[in-house]
C-alpha cells in the first residue's frame, strides 16, 4: 500500500508551469513491457528451436553412430570367431601331429624291445632245446632203469 506521501508526489509539478497541457492518456507500462521484450523474446524462441535442431541432429547422429558400432562389433565378433575356430582346428593338428609322433615312437621302441626279445629267443633256443633233450633222455634211461630222476625244478631265470 502506498503512503500517502508517495501519493502527493504524483500531484507534483514536473515542468515550470505554463500553458496547460492536453489532456494525455495514462501510460500502458504491460504494453510498453510487452512491445520492449517482444524481439528478444522472438530472439530466444528462434535459440530454443535452434537447440531443438541441434539436439535431433545429435541425437540421430548418435543413432547412427550406435547402429554403426553394433554393425563393428558384430563384424568384430564374427571374425574373432572365425579366428578361434581356425586356431582351434591348427592346435587340434598340432596336438594330433604330436600324439601321432609320440605313438610313432613308441611303436618304433615297441618293435625294438620286440626284435631284442625275438633275438634273445633265438640265441637261447638252441641252448634250451639241448638241455630239453637231455632232460628227456635222462627220464627215459631212469625209466628204462626203473628209478625216478631226482633234479631240481628248474626257475624261470634258468630258462
Do not use: C, Y
Request: aromatic share 2%; no cysteine; glycine share 4%.
Amino acid at each position: 500500500m502506498t503512503g500517502f506521501r508517495d501519493f502527493l508526489t504524483r500531484f507534483r509539478p514536473v515542468a515550470s508551469p505554463g500553458r496547460a497541457a492536453p489532456s494525455g492518456v495514462p501510460a500502458d507500462r504491460s504494453a510498453e513491457l510487452r512491445a520492449e521484450l517482444a524481439p528478444p523474446l522472438a530472439l530466444l524462441e528462434q535459440a530454443e528451436a535452434e537447440a531443438r535442431a541441434v539436439r535431433e541432429q545429435a541425437d540421430a547422429a548418435a543413432a547412427r553412430r550406435r547402429h554403426d558400432a553394433e554393425r563393428q562389433a558384430e563384424a568384430m565378433v564374427a571374425a574373432a570367431r572365425a579366428e578361434a575356430r581356425r586356431v582351434q582346428a591348427r592346435t587340434a593338428e598340432q596336438v594330433l601331429r604330436a600324439a601321432e609322433s609320440k605313438a610313432a615312437a613308441l611303436l618304433t621302441g615297441a618293435e625294438h624291445e620286440a626284435a631284442a626279445v625275438r633275438d634273445r629267443a633265438r640265441s637261447r633256443t638252441p641252448a634250451l632245446a639241448d638241455r630239453v633233450l637231455a632232460l628227456v633222455l635222462e627220464d627215459l634211461e631212469a625209466e628204462q632203469e626203473g628209478q625216478a630222476p631226482e633234479r631240481e625244478h628248474p626257475q624261470e631265470g634258468d630258462l
